[in-house]
C-alpha cells in the first residue's frame, strides 16, 4: 500500500500552521493520520527546467471548502467537509460511501489497518471525540472520547487524552492510556501520575515516558511490560525519542551542548552518548543516524555511535522511503539538493533545480515552480533513480499536496481540490 506523504508547495491549508523551526532550517517532517507525514521546503535558485508535457495526466477535481480536510490511503480519497466524510476510489474519483460526522471545528482522518479514524478538533486543534469506520463501506463501528493512536504489527489501538495546553497538544498525553481492540473493546488501562510521551514501536509495542524519565515498552496486546529503564530529562515528543536501527535514540541537553543517547530497543540499557555542537536535526538514513549540525552532518552507527562519515558538504540528510536525501548548506561545496548513498554521503542523483521534495513509497516526487507560465512543475525520480521524470503542471497557487494510490492531490483556487495521476 503506497505511503502518504506530503508536498509543501507553499499555501498552507486553511487552519494549519505554518511550522516551526529555525530560519533557513528546512521544515522537519511531521506525523498526519497514520502515515507517516514528510514536509520540507527549500529556498534554492531554480537551474532551468526539463521539456514537459500538461496533457493526460490530470484525475479530476472535486470541491473543498477552506476548512475542509482530506487524506489518501490505499486507493481511497477521504475528504472530511462540516458535516460529513466522503471516500472515492481513485483515480476515477468514483464514490465509494459518504458517511454524516457531528459538526466539528475540523477532522483528522487516520488509517489503521482496515479501519478509519476519524477524529474531530476544537478550535485549538485539540482531539474530543474519535470516530471508527470500516474504511471500504464506511459503516460506523465505535466512537471513543480523545484521540486514537495506531500500533503497526498490532489490532489494539491506544486511547489517550492530550494534555490540555495548546503547546503540548498533540505532543503530550496525561490523565488515562487505555487499549481498544478493533471492536470497540477495552483490554487495559493504565494510569498516568502526570503527562507523558507516548510513541508506538513497530511488532505491535509502544515506548511510554513519564515525566520523572522512567520510560517502559511495552506490548499493545496487553500493556505488560517488556522493558524498563530510566531516560534523562529532554524535549520528549513523538519524534523524540525515535527507534533507529533497533536501538531507541533519544537527543537531550549536554553541558553547554546537545546529546545525543542510544538506548537498546529490546531492554532500554544505555549503550552509547555522544556530545555534538551546532546540533539542528536527528534523522534516520538509510541504517544510519544522521544528524544536521552548523558545520555538516556526521552520520553515525546506531549500535554503537561510532562515525560512519562525516561531511561538510550536506546540512541534513534523511531517508523516505528507501531513498536517502541531502540538503546542501547555504555555501554548500556540491549540489544543493541530491540523492545520495546512505553508507558514504556520496551524491548520486543532482535534484538542485528542484525546490520541495517528497516521498511516495519508492518514489521521489518533486516540485518546482515556473515563474513564466504560472505553474508548478512536478516530476518524480526515474526508476533507475540516474535521472528525473516531469510528469506535467499544476496550477502555481495549489499547495497543501498530498500524494498516495498513485496521485498527486492539491488545494486549488476557488474551493477546488486537483487531482493527478503519478503514474
Known amino acids: 500500500m503506497p505511503a502518504e506523504a506530503i508536498i509543501d508547495l507553499g499555501v498552507p491549508a486553511a487552519g494549519e500552521p505554518d511550522g516551526e523551526g529555525a530560519p533557513g532550517e528546512p521544515r522537519p517532517p511531521s ?19 526539463a521539456p514537459m508535457n500538461d496533457s493526460g495526466w490530470r484525475a479530476g477535481q472535486l470541491p473543498l471548502a477552506a476548512g475542509d480536510d482530506f487524506a489518501l490511503s490505499g486507493d481511497l480519497l477521504m475528504v472530511a467537509g462540516k458535516s460529513t466524510v466522503t471516500a472515492y476510489r481513485v483515480p476515477l474519483l468514483d464514490v465509494v460511501w459518504t458517511l454524516a460526522v457531528p459538526a466539528a471545528e475540523g477532522y483528522s482522518l487516520t488509517r489503521a489497518g482496515d479501519l478509519l479514524v476519524i477524529g474531530a478538533r476544537n478550535g485549538v486543534g ?71 510521551v507516548v510513541a508506538p514501536l513497530p511488532a505491535g509495542e509502544f515506548l511510554l515516558v513519564h515525566d520523572d524519565g522512567t520510560a517502559q515498552i511495552r506490548a499493545a496486546s496487553d500493556a505488560v511490560p517488556r522493558a524498563t529503564g530510566e531516560l534523562p530529562p529532554a524535549a520528549y515528543a513523538p519524534d523524540n525519542p525515535r527507534l533507529i536501527g533497533g536501538m531507541v535514540v533519544l537527543r537531550h541537553p549536554g553541558d553547554n551542548t546537545s546529546r545525543i543517547s542510544g538506548y537498546d530497543g529490546r531492554t532500554l540499557a544505555h549503550r552509547w552518548s555522544r556530545t555534538v555542537g551546532g546540533l539542528q536535526s536527528v534523522d534516520r538514513c538509510g541504517d544510519l543516524l544522521c544528524l544536521g549540525t552548523t558545520i555538516g552532518v556526521r552520520a553515525l552507527d546506531p549500535v554503537d555511535g561510532s562515525n560512519a562519515w562525516v561531511s561538510q558538504s550536506w546540512r541534513r540528510a534523511m531517508s523516505w522511503g528507501d531513498m536517502t536525501v541531502a540538503y546542501g548548506r547555504p555555501t554548500g561545496l556540491d549540489a544543493e539538493l541530491a540523492l545520495v548513498e546512505p553508507m558514504t554521503g556520496g551524491a548520486v542523483l543532482d535534484l538542485s533545480a528542484w525546490q520541495q521534495v517528497t516521498s511516495v513509497t519508492d518514489d521521489v516526487v518533486l516540485a518546482h515552480p515556473d515563474a513564466a507560465r504560472g505553474v508548478t512543475l512536478v516530476a518524480t525520480v526515474a526508476s533507475d533513480r540516474r535521472s528525473v521524470r516531469v510528469l506535467g503542471a499544476i496550477p502555481a497557487a495549489s499547495g497543501g499536496c498530498r500524494a498516495g494510490g498513485g496521485v498527486l492531490a492539491c488545494r486549488q483556487g476557488g474551493g477546488i481540490l486537483g487531482v493527478w495521476a503519478l503514474d
Open 31 to 49: 506525523r498526519v493520520a497514520a502515515a507517516v507525514v514528510l514536509v520540507l521546503l527549500l529556498a534554492f535558485t531554480v537551474a532551468g527546467s
Open 126 to 196: 485539540r482531539q474530543q471525540e474519535s470516530l471508527v469506520v470500516t474504511a471500504a463501506t464506511g459503516l460506523e463501528r465505535w466512537r471513543h472520547a480523545g484521540r486514537l493512536v495506531p500500533v503497526p504489527g498490532s489490532d489494539v489501538l491506544l486511547a489517550v487524552s492530550d494534555v490540555r495546553s495548546t503547546s503540548g497538544s498533540g505532543r503530550r498525553v496525561t490523565d488515562v492510556i487505555e487499549g481498544i481492540d478493533t471492536s470497540g473493546a477495552r483490554r487495559w488501562s493504565i494510569r498516568l501520575p502526570s503527562s507523558a
